[in-house]
C-alpha cells in the first residue's frame, strides 16, 4: 500500500513537533558544555522534518524549492550538531572554535548557492516530475547534480563518523562508568547512519526520505545519555578528569574491598593491567605490606605514611581513606599520595639545619630577628656576646643596635636598611662594632624582608657573623699586594735600566714582558711591546737572520727545559747590524704558571771587534817573539863567539899587559856576556808554561843560592820540604837566582836574605816571599823596577826584574814589591791569584 504525500507529510510535522520538544532538556541546561552541540542537532533534526512535510504538502515548483533549500540547511545544522556534542564530551573544547569557522563558512556558501541557483543552476535543475511548474511526482522534481550532490553526501558523512570515532575513542579510554556512558552514546550512531544510508544510496524501496527519521530516533537516546547521567556536568567530568590524571593513585574500593575504579597513575603503580574490576584489594595492593595497609584504611579518613619498594626503589606514600557516600558501607576511597621527593627534601633540610647549626657555632655567627611595627629587635645570645652585651643588658630596640656601631659605619647601615625595606632587597652590611670592655671587632649582616598580608614590610630575619679575622687578613692582602705593587715597579725600572735587551715570550710568540732596551729594537715602547706577537710586529722578519729557527730555539727550551746560549744578528731601528749573545732559559710566570722562555740578548758587536783586535795584536806579538828569538840567537851566536876570543887573548895578555889596561877590557866582556845571557832568559820569560809539574820550593831556592852565594850575604830559608808548586822548576829557578843577586849586587855588604811562604783564608800556601835588610828603593820608584832596563848600578844590565815578572806572570801568578821589616825589599809572589 502507497501511503499519499499528505499523510506522510503529516507524520513529518509532528515528527518535527516532537523534535522541538527534546530541545527542553538542552534548554534547562544550556549552561552545561555539549547542551549546545545536542541543541543544535536537536533544531536542524525539526527544520528537517518540516522542510520534508512543506515539500510533500505543496505542489508549486518553486515552493518546493523554497523547502528543499531549508531541508539541506537542517542536513547540515544536524551533522554539525553530531559533531560538536562529540567534541564537547570527550572534553576537546580546543577544537570546537576552529570547527565552527570551518563548517559555519561551508553552510553560509551553501545556502548562497542554493538562493541563487536560478541564476547558475549549479546545484540542481527541475525534475521530469515538474509539469508546467507543477510538481507531479515528488521523488523527481528536483534533481542535483552530480558534483553538488556529491560533495554535500561526503561532508555530512564525514562530520557523522568524525563524531562518532570521538565517541569510540573516548569509550576505549575511559573505565567505569563513564565507559558504560561512552557506549551508551555510541550506540545512538547506529540508526542515524543506518535511516542515511537507506535513503542515499537506495537500498529499501521507500518512496520517501527516512534519513531524518533516524536522526529522529537517536534524539531521546541522546538525551538520556546526556542529560539523565549529568555526563556533561562539568564538576563530575572536570572531577573524573582530574581523577584520572592525578599524580597520585586513587583507588575506589566497594563494601567487601573490591576494587570498582583506579586510575592511570595507581594502574601504573601496582602494574594491575585493565582487568582490575572487582580484583581483591589484597590482591590489588600486594606491594603493601598487608597489615601496615589494612591499619591504615580501617578506620574513616585515616592518613598514614607507607614505604613500597619500586622497581627495586624505595618510594614513600601518604595513604589516606575516605567513605564513598554518607555511609561507609557503600565503599572507600583509597589515596596515596607519592611524598618520595618531600621525604628527600626533608632528609636534606634537616642534613642542612644541622649543618647549619654547626655552621653558626663555628664561625660566631648570630640569628636577629628585627620587627618593623613593634620595633622590638631580639637577639640570641651569640649576638649579644658579638656586641659586648652581658646576659640581661641588651635593650631590645634599634638603639641597642646602633649604641655599638661607630658613627661612620652606622650612617652607611641605616642606608642600607632604608634601601633594602623599600626594594625588598637582600640586606648585606659589613661594618664595626665597638664593645666597652673589648677590642674593635668587623660583623657582617645578611637578611630578608618578611611581609604581612597586605603586602607591607613586617620584619627583618638575619644573621650576623664576626669577620674581624676575615677583614684582618683582608688588610694584610692589600698590603702585600701595595708592598708587591710597590716591588714591581722597582723591579720593573730595574729591569728598564738593564742595558741589554731582556724579553719574556710565550710558546705562541706573545710577548709577557720586556725591557725598554728590547722594546728598542722594533722602535717600540716596552708598554706597546707587551702583549704582542713578534712575528705580528716586526715589518720585515728578515730583520732576524732566520726566524724559523729563531723560534724553534725558544719553543725547545720551553719543552725540554734546558738553556741555550746562541749568537744572532739583528738590524736595529737606525739599520745597523748588531751582533747579539742571546741566552735562553726556561721560564714559568708568577701569576698563571705558563711556560715561557727568559731571554737576554747582550750586544756583543764591539766584544766581536775588540776579539779582533786582540787577534791582531796577538798575530803581531807572536809575529815579534819570532823576531826575538830569531835576535836572541843572533846575538847569542854572532856575539857570543867574539866575545869568547876577546876574553881568551887577554887572558893570554895578562902577564905581559898592565892590569890598568886588562881589568876594564874584562869587566866590559863580563857585562856583555851577562847581558847576552840576560837577552835570552827574557826572549823565553814571557812564554806561558803550559805543562807545569809539581816542584819542591825549598829545593829550588837551595839550588838558587848555589849558584849566586857570596861570602858577604846570608840566606835564611823558612819553608817546609813539603811545599810544592806547580811550576817550570827551570825557570822558577830564575827567578830566585835574579832576586837573590839582585839583593846582593844592589845592597852594601853584609846582607841578609829571608825566603818564606805566605798563607791564604784557609791556612794554605798561596804564595813565597823574599826579603833582605839592604838599603831598599824608593817608594816613587818601586812601580818602574820591573821595566826593561831599569837599574840602580852602572854594571848592571837593567833585565834582571823584568826577567822576573816575566817568568811570575807566564805562571798565571803575581809578584808585587813592598818595604820589608827591616827597611830594605821584600817581593811577595801570589801564586793563588791569576794575573
Known amino acids: 500500500m502507497v501511503i499519499d504525500a499528505q499523510t506522510v507529510g503529516g507524520l513529518q510535522l509532528v515528527a518535527g513537533v516532537l523534535a522541538l520538544t527534546l530541545l527542553q532538556p538542552a534548554v534547562n541546561n544550556i549552561d552545561t558544555p555539549g547542551s549546545k552541540g545536542y541543541?543544535?542537532?536537536?533544531?536542524?533534526?525539526?527544520?528537517?522534518?518540516?522542510?520534508?512535510?512543506?515539500?510533500?504538502?505543496?505542489?508549486?515548483?518553486?515552493?518546493?524549492?523554497?523547502?528543499?533549500?531549508?531541508?539541506?540547511?537542517?542536513?547540515?545544522?544536524?551533522?554539525?550538531?553530531?559533531?560538536?556534542?562529540?567534541?564537547?564530551?570527550?572534553?576537546?573544547?580546543?577544537l570546537v572554535r576552529h570547527t565552527a569557522v570551518v563548517v559555519g563558512a561551508g553552510i553560509v556558501l551553501l545556502q548562497l548557492l542554493l538562493w541563487t541557483n536560478p541564476l547558475h543552476s549549479f546545484m540542481y535543475q527541475s525534475g521530469p516530475g515538474v509539469v508546467g511548474g507543477v510538481v507531479r511526482n515528488k521523488n523527481q522534481a528536483i534533481v542535483g547534480t552530480v558534483t553538488w550532490w556529491w560533495l554535500h553526501v561526503a561532508a555530512s558523512y564525514l562530520l557523522v563518523i568524525a563524531g562518532e570515532a570521538l565517541l569510540v575513542w573516548e569509550r576505549f579510554r575511559s573505565t567505569g562508568i563513564r565507559r558504560k556512558q561512552f557506549s551508551w552514546l555510541s550506540l545512538t550512531f547506529v540508526p542515524l547512519f543506518a535511516a542515511s544510508v537507506v535513503s542515499t544510496f537506495g537500498l529499501v524501496d521507500v518512496p520517501y526520505n527516512v534519513s531524518s527519521f533516524g536522526f529522529l530516533l537517536a534524539l531521546p537516546f541522546l538525551a538520556?545519555?546526556?542529560?539523565?547521567?549529568?555526563?556533561?556536568?562539568?564538576?563530575?567530568?572536570?572531577?573524573?578528569?582530574?581523577?584520572?590524571?592525578?599524580?597520585?593513585?586513587?583507588?575506589?574500593?566497594?563494601?567487601?574491598?573490591?576494587?570498582?575504579?583506579?586510575?592511570?597513575?595507581?594502574?601504573?603503580?601496582?602494574?594491575?593491567?585493565?582487568?582490575?574490576?572487582?580484583?581483591?584489594?589484597?590482591?590489588?595492593?600486594?606491594?603493601?605490606?598487608?597489615?601496615?595497609?589494612?591499619?591504615?584504611?580501617?578506620?574513616?579518613?585515616?592518613?598514614t605514611e607507607l614505604t613500597v619498594s619500586v622497581e627495586g626503589q624505595q618510594r614513600h606514600f601518604s595513604i589516606s581513606t575516605a567513605p564513598v557516600g554518607e555511609q561507609t558501607t557503600q565503599g572507600r576511597v583509597v589515596l596515596l599520595y607519592d611524598i618520595t621527593s618531600q621525604k628527600?627534601?626533608?632528609?636534606?633540610?634537616?642534613?642542612?639545619?644541622?649543618?647549619?647549626?654547626?655552621?653558626?657555632?663555628?664561625?660566631?655567627?648570630?640569628?636577629?630577628?628585627?620587627?618593623?611595627?613593634?620595633?622590638?629587635?631580639?637577639?640570641?645570645?651569640?649576638?649579644?656576646?658579638?656586641?659586648?652585651y652581658d646576659a640581661g643588658e641588651f635593650p631590645g630596640d634599634f638603639a641597642g643596635f646602633s649604641d655599638r656601631i661607630?658613627?661612620?659605619?652606622?650612617?652607611?647601615?641605616?642606608?642600607?636598611?632604608?634601601?633594602?625595606?623599600?626594594?625588598?632587597?637582600?640586606?648585606?652590611?659589613?661594618?664595626?662594632?665597638?664593645?666597652?670592655?673589648?677590642?674593635?671587632?668587623?660583623?657582617?649582616?645578611?637578611?630578608?624582608?618578611?611581609?604581612?598580608?597586605?603586602g607591607k614590610p613586617e620584619q627583618l630575619l638575619g644573621i650576623q657573623t664576626d669577620i674581624t679575622e676575615h677583614k684582618e687578613r683582608e688588610e694584610e692582602l692589600r698590603e702585600r699586594k701595595q708592598e708587591i705593587g710597590r716591588a714591581h715597579e722597582q723591579l720593573r725600572q730595574i729591569i728598564d735600566l738593564v742595558p741589554d735587551p731582556l724579553f719574556v715570550k710565550n710558546l705562541d710568540d706573545k710577548v709577557l714582558l720586556s725591557n725598554e732596551s728590547n722594546a728598542a729594537l722594533h722602535g717600540m715602547t716596552a708598554e706597546e711591546l707587551e702583549g704582542q706577537r713578534e712575528f705580528e710586529i716586526e715589518p720585515n722578519v728578515k730583520n732576524i737572520e732566520n726566524f724559523d729557527q729563531y723560534r724553534q730555539r725558544e719553543k725547545e727550551v720551553i719543552e725540554t727545559g734546558k738553556a741555550m746560549t746562541s749568537e744572532e744578528e739583528l738590524l736595529n731601528p737606525d739599520g745597523e747590524t748588531r751582533s747579539f749573545k742571546m741566552t735562553r732559559i726556561p721560564f714559568k710566570t708568577s701569576e698563571t704558571g705558563e711556560d715561557a722562555v727568559l731571554g737576554y740578548a747582550r750586544?756583543?758587536?764591539?766584544?766581536?771587534?775588540?776579539?779582533?783586535?786582540?787577534?791582531?795584536?796577538?798575530?803581531?806579538?807572536?809575529?815579534?817573539?819570532?823576531?826575538?828569538?830569531?835576535?836572541?840567537?843572533?846575538?847569542?851566536?854572532?856575539?857570543?863567539?867574539?866575545?869568547?876570543?876577546?876574553?881568551?887573548?887577554?887572558?893570554?895578555?895578562?902577564?905581559?899587559?898592565?892590569?890598568?889596561?886588562?881589568?876594564?877590557?874584562?869587566?866590559?866582556?863580563?857585562?856583555?856576556?851577562?847581558?847576552?845571557?840576560?837577552?835570552?832568559t827574557l826572549s823565553q820569560a814571557g812564554e806561558s808554561v803550559n805543562a807545569p809539574e809539581p816542584v819542591s820550593l825549598a829545593t829550588v831556592v837551595t839550588d838558587s843560592w848555589e849558584t849566586v852565594s857570596s861570602d858577604d850575604v846570608e840566606l835564611k830559608v823558612d819553608i817546609a820540604d813539603t811545599v810544592e808548586l806547580e811550576a817550570d822548576g827551570d825557570r822558577l829557578q830564575h827567578v830566585f837566582e835574579n832576586l837573590f843577586r839582585n839583593a846582593s849586587e844592589h845592597n852594601e855588604p853584609p846582607v841578609t836574605i829571608r825566603v818564606g811562604t805566605l798563607s791564604g783564608e784557609t791556612g794554605s800556601v798561596s804564595g813565597f816571599f823574599i826579603t833582605d835588610d839592604g838599603d831598599g828603593i824608593p817608594e816613587a820608584d818601586r812601580e818602574e823596577v820591573f821595566e826593561h832596563g831599569y837599574t840602580t848600578n852602572t854594571d848592571g844590565t837593567g833585565f834582571g826584574l823584568s826577567i822576573v815578572k816575566e817568568i811570575i806572570e807566564a805562571h798565571g801568578w803575581a809578584i808585587s814589591l813592598t818595604e820589608s821589616d827591616a827597611g830594605g825589599l821584600r817581593f811577595e809572589v801570589h801564586t793563588s791569584c791569576q794575573n
Do not use: C
Request: aromatic share 10%.
Open 406 to 454: 661607630p658613627e661612620a659605619d652606622l650612617q652607611r647601615v641605616e642606608e642600607q636598611i632604608d634601601h633594602v625595606i623599600e626594594t625588598g632587597d637582600q640586606y648585606r652590611a659589613e661594618f664595626r662594632v665597638q664593645p666597652p670592655t673589648e677590642d674593635q671587632r668587623w660583623i657582617q649582616a645578611r637578611g630578608i624582608v618578611e611581609y604581612d598580608g597586605d
Open 224 to 303: 538520556v545519555g546526556l542529560f539523565r547521567t549529568k555526563l556533561l556536568d562539568i564538576v563530575p567530568v572536570a572531577r573524573r578528569t582530574a581523577i584520572a590524571e592525578l599524580n597520585a593513585a586513587v583507588v575506589t574500593l566497594d563494601e567487601q574491598d573490591r576494587v570498582v575504579d583506579a586510575n592511570r597513575r595507581a594502574r601504573e603503580l601496582f602494574d594491575s593491567g585493565q582487568d582490575y574490576v572487582g580484583t581483591d584489594a589484597r590482591k590489588f595492593f600486594g606491594l603493601v605490606r598487608e597489615d601496615v595497609f589494612y591499619r591504615a584504611i580501617d578506620s574513616d579518613s585515616a592518613d
Open 603 to 680: 750586544d756583543v758587536t764591539d766584544l766581536k771587534e775588540y776579539e779582533q783586535e786582540l787577534k791582531d795584536t796577538k798575530r803581531m806579538l807572536e809575529q815579534s817573539n819570532e823576531k826575538l828569538e830569531q835576535f836572541a840567537g843572533v846575538v847569542s851566536h854572532d856575539l857570543r863567539n867574539p866575545l869568547n876570543v876577546i876574553k881568551g887573548r887577554m887572558e893570554l895578555l895578562r902577564p905581559d899587559a898592565p892590569d890598568e889596561h886588562v881589568g876594564p877590557i874584562l869587566r866590559s866582556v863580563n857585562r856583555m856576556e851577562a847581558m847576552i845571557e840576560d837577552l835570552l
Open 39 to 94: 541543541a543544535l542537532l536537536t533544531v536542524g533534526t525539526a527544520l528537517w522534518m518540516f522542510s520534508l512535510a512543506w515539500a510533500n504538502f505543496v505542489t508549486n515548483y518553486t515552493l518546493v524549492t523554497f523547502g528543499y533549500h531549508f531541508l539541506v540547511l537542517g542536513t547540515e545544522l544536524a551533522t554539525v550538531g553530531w559533531l560538536f556534542l562529540a567534541l564537547f564530551t570527550t572534553n576537546r573544547t580546543n
Open 344 to 388: 628527600q627534601r626533608e632528609k636534606k633540610l634537616k642534613e642542612l639545619n644541622t649543618r647549619f647549626e654547626l655552621a653558626l657555632e663555628e664561625t660566631e655567627t648570630g640569628v636577629w630577628e628585627w620587627n618593623l611595627k613593634t620595633g622590638e629587635l631580639v637577639w640570641d645570645e651569640t649576638s649579644k656576646r658579638l656586641f659586648g
